[in-house]
């Protein structure tokens, strides 16, 4: 679903117009319908005053449990570092005054990202998630490992819903980097057709464990879990769900496995260490298993942070041409620009460079001092070995106190460095 528009203020009530009725349509609540509605108006009138009369088309993605709204325009605004989640408009000139409205969609949404695709045109995404009602927390109680359990690939909703429970009755602190709770939320996550699920079921039907799995359009699968009823003593069940879904993507397209665990699986799960990160609630650990042979691959690193990279690459086997990377004054562009995806409930922020620039130092202290400002507790920053001139951030994040964590292969154009930050780290 699309629209093409010009970039003209008398156009805006088509653009509103056509995100209510998407909005509606999906069955996006009144409140959140709402907030979409207004930052369709924001943005397109802000566009409105960089470029004017240019073509724009308005995109629409339902997602289940998130709508998203699309803007596609030939050429970035005047000034790509509204989009950081610092900008602070200047009320006192007309520029300023433009830049409001971007300032203001920004902050009506879930999410708000922007990004240049290979055709030389720019996308802006506004995300607006779903409201579920919450679930009910349960009394922590001991189980025993299930003696027998069938494992099944396509689970009924009411299992789906016992493992959203046992999630957030066991693991809810541990959601990284995505959250599977309420029960409403895992179950348009999984009819929306990117994720899935393989569930183990003892012989009275009740839950085992389960294990979730996001497909998306990478090189790799995400995994997380597996969740279990009882961790300390189903290492065989962990083993039989991580088969499960190798199995499931043995023959496809895909170079591997990405696992997100809340505790380290056996070895027989076939699992290479790729590290392990801190959340606000615990340690999540972070492995790799092959799929298919891969061939090698460029990758820019930062001098500070090789002998983490070589060292998990060597423990995951993987071939890399490794190009070092330091800063030999080619960021002259002046511009440092972040995506920022926040998780306010549980005090996490990711950070993601969109552009590296010259003033990288200021933009990330900016960033840092807004996030302690509103109580985030953990922040984590990814680098991009398929993108050169991310390396050039590494320094400015060591000295602010992050360390690199975790590697996922292939997790962008190239293999991802994912580097956290405790609060308070300097």
Known sequence: MELRLELEPARMPMAVAFAETAAQGAGLGSHETAMLALSAEELFLALCSSMPGAELIVGFLDRRYAVDLLFQIPRPPADLRIFNITARPDHDSEEGLAGMGLYLASRACDQFSIQQLASGSWKIMLRKERSYPPHPAAPATAHEAAATWQIAAVPTPDAVKQLS???????????????????????????????????????????????????????????????????????????????????????????????????????????????????????????????????????????????????????????????????DGETGNGLTLFATRIDRSNGMALLTPLLVGRDAADVL??????????????????????????????????????????????????????????????
């Not at 492995?287 to 060597?314: H, I, K, T």
């Open 165 to 327: 429970a046992l999630i957030g009755d066991a693991y809810a602190a541990l959601q990284f980097p995505e959250t599977f709770t309420p029960p409403g939320r895992l179950l348009d996550k999984l009819a929306s057709t990117e994720y899935g699920v393989i569930l183990a079921q003892d012989q009275q039907g009740e839950l085992a464990g389960g294990l979730i799995w996001r497909a998306g359009g990478g090189k790799v699968v995400e995994c997380f879990g597996p969740y279990l009823r009882s961790p300390a003593t189903d290492g065989t069940l962990a083993t039989a769900l991580c088969e499960k879904v190798t199995e499931q993507f043995g023959r496809s397209d895909r170079l591997g496995l990405v696992l997100y665990a809340p505790q380290q699986p056996p070895s027989t799960a076939g699992f290479e260490a790729a590290g392990q990160l801190e959340t606000p609630g615990g340690t999540v650990w972070t492995g790799y298993r092959m799929l298919a042979e891969e061939f090698g691959a460029d990758a820019w690193v930062p001098q500070e942070l090789l002998p983490f990279y070589q060292e998990c690459c060597a423990g995951m086997v993987l071939t890399r041409n490794v190009r070092v990377c330091h800063d």
């Open 365 to 426: 202290q900016e960033h840092l001092q807004l996030l302690e400002q509103e109580q985030f507790s953990a922040i984590y920053c990814t680098l991009d070995t398929g993108h050169p001139f991310d390396a050039l951030l590494a320094p400015h994040l060591l000295s602010h106190g992050f360390l690199p964590r975790i590697l996922v292969p292939w997790g962008g154009s190239g293999d991802l460095i994912q580097l956290h930050r405790i609060r308070g780290s300097r």
